[in-house]
């Protein structure tokens, strides 16, 4: 009598890596940067730029690099955070060099420094150093969760690279720089990712103390004098960095991830409103005595009424950039064809959004923003995905150290809120700025490897057989 047997075997089913959308995605965003740049030449010379392709094959070979090192290390990462950097970076190098062509900014600079470099192609050696930073990211952190060793020494790196600033002399009103041989480097860039590596490890032993060690007081949890410790001091460390540096950026982007890190690892509603009240005190107590905050919260409130009076030139430069967002209505006067130069020195760095609205108007602004905000929900997504909570605490610190740099200095050149001073990521001229966001794109890149990576099949085990029913 023979016997028939029907057996179902369930294996495991690769993920799919997504490295070709990858490498879709990333010549879309170079085929676009070097339209944006053939534009902006047939716009201002009536013919296609000298250099259209040197800047081609340079950003080919960036993009190049940068997908080919996520594809070997990283082969199951988020396909669409590679692409999106690069396309802001794109945009970035073609609006600065627009910026370059201006007549009026070249006699700006002859006039201030007796000669004018461009600003362009430091920007792409910067990129360049940003990619190689991102590729040794990926090359040499394996597994995120090796940065948890290090939350305590991040915390010391952290504070010396924001307190750095304040023994070197100030520039435009604000120290912020370090400048050692002729070179400038910003390290609060850095620092909010070593911050964040910090936060992660800390709410992550802290976290059910925080959030369970509290009492309740008209509708809200109050966590207890030695839970609310951490973040008086941070607020402490925000104050004062905004006191003798006057660096209400930094400070702001200082305060606010580690109140949203907070937030995430104990759920609390109570942490926000804390956060909030005491960074409005903070922020109203310092404007009422620090000259350099004040003439910034009075260039806010009324840019016009002191257009002409203002000796620090932030009235005058935001009335210019509201100007600029007015001027590009809808659809924007196009590449090239728009005057945001004529907010001066800062036009390809705090103001450069002020070019996007001019020239590609409203619908132009919203396509940036909207990269911005792609990048943000990509890196929740990898947050929710990850396996770990310390990859989910980072991935949500880095994402919102992200978004609040965006917030802040779009709101700033839009009068929203205060100008702060930091620049666009990828967008503005500035090398510490896209060097420290091409870093925070790797780790990014490889928290969302590690969370997408399918998981290891089960080992055999030896009770499975002497368990096996067997039927007739």
Same mark, same amino acid.
């Given at each position: 009598m023979s016997v028939v047997t029907n057996t179902t075997t369930i294996g495991a089913i690769d993920a799919p890596s997504r490295r070709n959308t990858e490498l879709g995605l990333m010549a879309f965003a170079i085929g676009i940067s070097v339209f944006a740049y053939a534009n902006v030449g047939l716009a201002i010379d009536g013919e296609l730029p000298s250099g259209m392709l040197g800047y081609g094959l340079g950003l080919i070979l960036l993009g190049g690099v940068a997908h080919l090192v996520v594809r070997k290390f990283a082969p199951y990462a988020d396909p669409l955070l590679l692409p999106l950097a690069t396309l802001l970076n794109g945009l970035g190098l073609v609006l600065i060099w627009r910026l370059d062509q201006s007549e009026r900014l070249i006699a700006l600079a002859k006039n201030a420094y007796g000669v004018f470099t461009p600003s362009a192609p430091r920007q792409l050696l910067y990129s360049a150093v940003g990619v190689a930073l991102f590729a040794a990211v990926l090359f040499a952190l394996k597994d995120h969760r090796i940065l948890q060793r290090y939350t305590?020494?991040?915390?010391?790196?952290?504070?010396?690279?924001?307190?750095? !600033?304040?023994?070197?002399? %100030?520039?435009?009103?604000?120290?912020?720089?370090?400048?050692?041989?002729? *070179?400038?480097?910003?390290? %609060?860039?850095?620092?909010?990712?070593?911050?964040?590596?910090?936060?992660?490890?800390?709410?992550?032993?802290?976290?059910?103390?925080?959030? &369970?060690?509290?009492?309740?007081?008209?509708?809200?949890?109050? !966590?207890?004098?030695?839970? &609310?410790?951490?973040?008086?001091?941070?607020? $402490?460390?925000?104050?004062?960095? &905004?006191?003798?540096?006057?660096?209400? @950026?930094?400070?702001?982007?200082? *305060?606010?991830?580690?109140?949203?890190? &907070?937030?995430? $690892?104990?759920?609390?509603?109570?942490?926000?409103? *804390?956060?909030?009240?005491?960074?409005?005190? @903070?922020?109203?107590?310092?404007?009422?005595?620090? !000259?350099?905050?004040?003439?910034?919260?009075?260039?806010?409130?009324?840019?016009? $009424?002191?257009?002409?009076?203002? !000796?620090? @030139?932030?009235?005058?430069?935001?009335?210019?950039?509201?100007?600029?967002f007015g001027s590009g209505g809808t659809l924007g006067t196009g590449w090239g064809q728009g005057h945001s130069d004529l907010i001066g020195f800062a036009a390809n760095a705090d103001f450069i959004l002020s070019t996007v609205g001019e020239e590609l108007g409203l619908a132009g602004m919203m396509a940036v923003l909207l990269i911005y905000g792609l990048i943000v929900e990509r890196g929740v997504r990898t947050a929710l995905a990850a396996r770990d909570p310390f990859g989910k605490l980072l991935a949500i610190g880095l994402s919102g150290a992200f978004a609040i740099q965006v917030f802040v200095v779009a709101g700033g050149v839009m009068g929203l809120i205060p100008l702060t001073g930091m620049t666009m990521p990828f967008l503005a001229a500035g090398g510490s700025s896209v060097i420290a966001n091409w870093a925070l794109i790797g780790i990014l890149i490889r928290i969302s490897d590690t969370a997408r990576r399918p998981a290891p099949a089960p080992a055999p085990s030896s009770d499975a057989e002497m368990t096996q029913v067997v039927r007739p």
């Open positions: 305590y020494i991040s915390m010391v790196a952290a504070l010396v690279l924001l307190i750095l !600033p304040m023994f070197f002399p %100030g520039k435009f009103g604000a120290k912020i720089w370090i400048t050692i041989a002729g *070179f400038s480097i910003q390290p %609060g860039e850095f620092a909010k990712i070593i911050i964040a590596i910090f936060f992660a490890g800390y709410l992550m032993v802290k976290r059910d103390a925080l959030a &369970l060690a509290s009492r309740r007081f008209m509708g809200m949890y109050l !966590p207890r004098g030695r839970d &609310l410790g951490p973040i008086l001091v941070i607020w $402490a460390l925000s104050i004062l960095i &905004l006191v003798f540096e006057t660096d209400l @950026g930094t400070s702001l982007l200082f *305060f606010g991830l580690f109140v949203i890190m &907070l937030y995430v $690892a104990t759920e609390r509603t109570s942490w926000i409103v *804390f956060g909030l009240l005491m960074s409005a005190a @903070g922020a109203v107590g310092v404007a009422t005595f620090e !000259p350099h905050v004040q003439s910034r919260v009075n260039a806010w409130m009324d840019p016009f $009424a002191c257009y002409s009076t203002d !000796p620090s @030139g932030a009235c005058e430069q935001i009335s210019n950039a509201i100007m600029s």
